[in-house]
């Protein structure tokens, strides 16, 4: 690996983000890719490093605000297709890694942001499960409330009850023994007849 030219490639990438090339930055790429490249023929010449491509597109990514993926895409076409490029296969082979990292970065953002979709879904529904739980509980808590008022309403309904039936019981006695004193005066006042 040459560390230079990996410097080099990182900072072509990140100037290919930045804006549309027009004739005369295509051309200075053009020059800039065939120093880092060299000619066709020359195996033994630079490769770029799958891992360096990643975390170069994984940086441009980071800051949006700056850089522009689709703009980099676009200019990196630009390039692998122009006649100057004296080594278009490792520019094209570039070209193609660079779109596989976009694409994977994409589809990770995409996944990602399923993902806080449902995870936000979720956290709704949690919500409105708390929200819920907490009204039934408060039912609850009010039908729990009735039900002892009630309770107590019935033990004293019942305690009232076994008073008044003492109170009836108390006076079908008293009522037995006056009339058992009446039926004795009735008795003694027609008895003698």
Not at 60 to 85: G, P, R, T, W
Not at 92 to 99: F, G, Q
């Amino acid at each position: 690996m040459d560390a230079k030219k990996d410097a080099q490639l990182v900072d072509i990438l990140k100037s290919l983000a930045l804006e549309v090339l027009n004739k005369e930055s295509l051309d200075s790429k053009v020059t800039e890719l065939n120093d880092i490249y060299g000619e066709e023929d020359n195996d033994n010449g630079y490769r770029h490093s799958y891992s360096n491509i990643f975390s170069t597109i994984a940086s441009i990514n980071q800051d949006l605000n700056v850089f522009h993926i689709e703009v980099l895409c676009n200019n990196l076409y630009m390039l692998a297709k122009c006649s100057d490029i004296k080594n278009p296969k490792r520019v094209e082979k570039l070209y193609d890694h660079v779109n596989l990292e976009i694409a994977q970065i994409n589809y990770m953002s995409d996944m990602k942001n399923g993902l806080v979709s449902d995870i936000s879904q979720i956290k709704q529904k949690n919500d409105e499960f708390k929200q819920v739980s907490s009204q039934l509980k408060e039912k609850l808590d009010s039908y729990d409330e009735t039900s002892k008022e009630l309770s107590q309403k019935v033990d004293s309904y019942n305690e009232t009850s076994k008073e008044l039936e003492g109170k009836i019981n108390g006076m079908s006695r008293d009522y037995i023994a006056i009339l058992g004193i009446f039926a004795a005066i009735i008795l003694a006042f027609t008895g003698d007849d």
